[in-house]
């Protein structure tokens, strides 16, 4: 894949969706699994999360990918016209896209054809300006110590940043990929000793949650 975009949509559920009749809901989820797999040839669909215990402002995430983001954006819009998506909040959206990193070729583990884990850990964030300021061979030791704290949680954990500059509110992407959610824990404070935190602005929302399969995620809450 020489480009790779990618979109991460937070659901909340509406009243709307509870007031339907359970073969109403039954058609509607089939609606949405028709989509996706019409489009499956142009978007993967990475992931379907289920967030409740972590978070109140998002029900379910939905983590895709593609070559042209124009594709990802006809399936959300597509979404949105559906029954259940008639029935959902929007609350965010967060459009991203890869290449090679200043200091790094490696590209993220959805790319490279890993198979995702159970738990995702997705959060956007954004740099000081000072940062942007340093010398390359400053930010070259940085984020290379960073990186060498990350190391000793792979493959426990799977990473995958992304660039959002001009794309969103955000400049960077990432989501973290677990099995075990004290793992995930132990990393992210981990990483807070990091020198890279003395350059980090703003880093929220974290959106956590758990992946199912589409149907069963649509499911999930009744």
Not at 30 to 54: I, M
Request: hydrophobic letters at 40%.
């Amino acid at each position: 894949m020489s480009t790779c975009y990618s979109g991460h949509l937070a659901l909340k559920l509406t009243a709307r969706w509870p007031s339907l009749d359970e073969n109403a809901k039954v058609l509607a989820r089939a609606e949405v699994v028709d989509l996706f797999a019409a489009n499956a040839d142009r978007v993967t669909l990475r992931g379907a999360y289920v967030t409740q215990g972590f978070q109140g402002h998002t029900d379910l995430l939905l983590w895709m990918h593609g070559e042209r983001f124009e594709d990802i954006q006809d399936v959300q819009l597509a979404l949105r016209r559906t029954t259940f998506g008639q029935a959902v909040d929007m609350p965010q959206a967060f459009a991203g896209y890869w290449k090679p990193f200043e200091f790094s070729e490696h590209p993220p583990a959805f790319m490279e054809g890993v198979p995702p884990k159970t738990y995702l850990c997705f959060y956007p964030f954004i740099r000081t300006p000072e940062y942007y300021l340093l010398a390359p061979e400053e930010r070259r030791a940085i984020i290379e110590e960073h990186g060498e704290i990350g190391h000793e949680f792979v493959p426990a954990i799977l990473t995958n940043g992304v660039y959002a500059f001009g794309l969103g509110d955000f400049e960077w992407l990432l989501s973290f990929e677990t099995d075990d959610l004290a793992v995930l824990v132990t990393a992210v404070r981990a990483l807070r000793g990091s020198s890279a935190r003395l350059y980090t602005k703003y880093e929220w929302p974290f959106i956590v949650g758990r992946r199912y399969e589409l149907q069963d995620a649509l499911s999930v809450y009744g």
